[in-house]
């Protein structure tokens, strides 16, 4: 570490030597100048003294200088009587010894005698004062004769003066010898003393500060030891940190490579169905929208194919949503397998699936995947023990003739796709702009069943029910009537399903339930009594919760027995209805009679049947149109007539037209007939009076 007293310490007593060294030297130095200046001043003096007194042996002296010997010039009267003025005017001054130099440099006068006749020519004082100035020089002698004897170690200073003429002009120069030695030796002393004092002085000055950088050096130390203390923390915590960013960046580099994993994962699923792993609503959308903005820039034709199973709802129903969900991957399978020209196959959800083929050439092409589609259906799907046969439907839009946008030709296709199921199971059909007519006729139909509902547009006509054997009426069948204002006379065929695709079935049938039962009771009260009485049942009524309420309602308000209500419902309320078997076990305890509907076109399987608390069997139409004409519409009477009477069902045949046909009926064992035989559904009034006044 730094040692700051140290270095302090050896610059300062450095200084310290150098600053008295100094001083002590300038304090010298000023006091020998003024010194010198003082006894240069006392040498002026006397010398002015000494030619005032001595002036005539003096210039006589200078006067014969020239051209004689020293031993003349020592002896002569001038030279005897200046050394005795000397010796007079001298004694007892400072001055010690006196030269006298002529203007050639010869000395020609000295208190020393000897040194009579020497040359100072080349002397610089001499020359100095031969210019007229005066000059002094301090010196230090071992020995030196004085007019006074002999002296050893003495300090003197020389001045040389120059000795003008009556014409100013310089004859000489005189150098006057002045002791100094007891002013140098004080001066010594003084400057020892000086030295002394600034030594001390700097000395102690140099103790104080050390004691402050001493001190200084303590807290910086301390200092240095706290940073350092603070450093190796720092280091440690440094160190820490760094392992703990290195790991945390090898879990953040783990996490990212999940999460690109995920990413990946979710981008799949963003793209495709999880269960049949086919291209979802999505994916599907997007490709369509890049097909048609390729067909647009090629002036090309994209074809969709919307397509839908005909009965898978009824599987999912009765078999349950595990084997709906085999189901729907098995087709899905089949259908990459079997469809070979298309461009892209997606399920949209549910049942529906979807085609989409580009670069269409010709309606054929078109008609020819389509027709693949169906083929992919020929073969029975071999599910958990079942053999599930299906069909599909398919409607077909073309850009850019039916649509130029996504949404236009997906809405076309699915138009098409239902008019294709109209036509049967396992067809397929090209849009054609009437289907848009026709499903703006749907809406608008639909809506004006909405107001018939509020207005008195709707009414129940009444179609008789005979027993086989005697003809007597048994009961009536109440069919929905709408006699429109702007539309006339509409078929229930016609507006009966679009109500329940719209569920406005919901609040037509309660209407129709409790508009029968209060007709047949306000017949009751005028003394016409139909023994029994059946309306349709919708399965969307059948599915909502406040249904029983309803019903018990409708009861209670029109004071109806429930024995004389029977419910009509076909064999898909059955499949569809949760829960179906003991809602209808609800019905049966309240009293209602319960009738399956067009017999024989669904799918019930026996130890359905078996279970269902049903009491009559309605054979469908359609078997009975073939009575006498088609041996095999006979041979299924006759099974459904064994198999009544065996599970102790009651049953009753629709669409009875002819003698024949009812003669076949009866003898088969039908009990009840029903239809244009015995007489159509027809207005109230109309079927009390022909019903009323015939013996029962
Ligand atoms: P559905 O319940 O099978 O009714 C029998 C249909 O056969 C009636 O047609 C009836 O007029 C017709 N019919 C009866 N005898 C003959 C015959 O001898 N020959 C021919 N060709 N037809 C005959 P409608 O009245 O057109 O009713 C059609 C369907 O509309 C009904 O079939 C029923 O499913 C439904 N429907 C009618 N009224 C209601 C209702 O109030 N509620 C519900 N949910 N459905 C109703
Ligand atoms: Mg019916
Ligand atoms: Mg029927």
């Known amino acids: 570490m730094f040692n700051l007293a140290r270095y302090f310490s050896i610059l300062s007593l450095i200084l310290i030597g150098l600053a008295a060294g100094l001083l002590g030297l300038l304090y010298r130095e000023v006091s020998v100048h003024q010194m010198t200046s003082l ?141 100094v030695s007891p002013f140098m030796a004080s001066l010594q002393r003084m400057l020892w003393i000086v030295t002394t004092v600034v030594a001390a002085v700097f000395a102690l000055l140099y103790l104080m500060q050390l004691l402050v950088v001493r001190r200084a050096q303590g807290i ?61 609503r999505r994916y599907f959308l997007e490709r369509l929208e890049a097909s048609l903005s390729d067909a647009v820039a090629k002036e090309g034709r994209v074809a969709v194919l919307f397509i839908d199973l005909d009965q898978f709802k009824q599987v999912n129903d009765s078999l349950g949503h595990g084997v709906g969900d085999e189901l729907l991957v098995s087709v899905s399978a089949a259908l990459c397998e079997h469809v070979r020209l298309i461009d892209m196959i997606a399920r949209l959800g549910g049942d529906e699936f979807i085609c989409v083929m580009e670069a269409v050439r010709s309606e054929d092409e078109v008609a020819m995947l389509a027709q693949e589609v169906i083929a992919a259906f020929d073969a029975p799907f071999r599910i958990g023990g079942h053999d599930l046969f299906l069909t599909a439907s398919v409607g077909i839009s073309i850009f850019p003739n039916d649509g130029t946008s996504v949404g236009e030709l997906l809405r076309n296709a699915d138009t098409a796709m239902y008019r294709a199921k109209a036509l049967g199971r396992g067809h397929y059909h090209f849009y054609t702009p009437e289907m848009t007519r026709d499903a703006q006729e749907r809406i608008q139909i ?72 209060r007709q047949v ?64 076990d609800r019905l049966r305890r309240i009293g209602i009679s319960l009738a399956l509907d067009d017999f024989g076109t669904g799918y019930s399987s026996l130890s359905y049947l078996k279970m269902l608390p049903v009491q009559q069997l309605k054979i469908d139409r359609s078997f009975v149109v073939g009575i006498g004409t088609n041996p095999e519409d006979e041979a299924i009477i006759r099974s459904v007539m064994a198999l009544a009477q065996s599970l102790d069902f009651e049953v009753v045949a629709e669409g009875v037209e002819t003698a024949e046909q009812a003669a076949f009926l009866s003898e088969s064992g039908c009990h009840q007939l029903q239809g244009f035989l015995h007489g159509s559904a027809v207005a109230p009034a109309e079927f009390r009076a022909r019903w009323a006044s015939l013996p029962r």
């Not at 006894?39 to 003096?58: F, I």
């Not at 006589?60 to 001038?78: K, T």
């Not at 547009?457 to 069919?479: F, I, K, N, T």
């Open 521 to 584: 009771m306000r017949w009751q009260a005028s003394g016409f009594e139909l023994p029994q009485v059946s309306v349709n049942l919708s399965v969307k009524q059948l599915e909502r919760p406040e249904f029983v309420g309803t019903l018990l309602e409708i009861l209670d308000e029109t004071g109806i027995e429930p024995g004389r209500l029977k419910l009509e419902i076909t064999e898909s309320v059955v499949m569809a209805v949760d829960d179906a078997f003991s809602l209808l």
């Open 39 to 179: 006894a240069e001043d006392r040498n002026v003096a006397l010398a002015q003294v000494l030619k005032n007194v001595l002036g005539a042996p003096l210039n006589g002296l200078m006067a014969a200088s020239v051209g004689q010997d020293a031993s003349m010039l020592q002896e002569s009267d001038e030279s005897q009587a200046m050394q005795r003025g000397v010796k007079a005017l001298m004694g007892g001054t400072a001055v010690v010894k006196i030269k006298i130099y002529n203007r050639l440099g010869v000395t020609i006068f000295s208190t020393d005698p000897s040194q009579v006749g020497e040359s100072s020519l080349a002397n610089p004082g001499f020359k100095a004062a031969l210019g007229g100035q005066v000059v002094s020089d301090l010196t230090r002698r071992d020995t030196l004769d004085t007019f006074e004897g002999v002296r050893s170690g003495i300090d003197l200073l020389a001045t040389y003066i120059p000795i003008a003429g009556d014409a100013k002009a310089i004859e000489g120069v005189l150098e006057l010898y002045q002791d």
């Open 220 to 280: 910086l130390h301390d200092q240095a030891e706290r940073i350092e203390a603070a450093r190796s923390t720092l280091e440690i915590q440094v160190d820490a940190r760094t392992t703990e960013l290195r790991r945390s960046n090898r879990q953040l580099e783990d996490e990212v490579a999940e999460r690109r994993q995920a990413e990946s994962k979710l981008n799949y699923l963003a793209y495709h169905d999880p269960l049949t792993g086919l291209a979802n």
């Open 446 to 517: 639909e809506m004006l069943l909405r107001r018939a509902l509020d207005s008195s547009e709707l009414s129940v006509h009444l179609q008789p029910q005979v027993e086989a054997r005697s003809g007597r009426l048994v009961g009536a069948e109440a069919l929905v009537r709408w006699e429109s204002p702007e539309l006339g006379n509409v078929p229930p065929a016609r507006f009966i399903p679009l109500a329940e695709d719209s569920g406005i079935i919901i609040a037509l049938g309660t209407w129709a339930l409790r508009e029968t039962c």
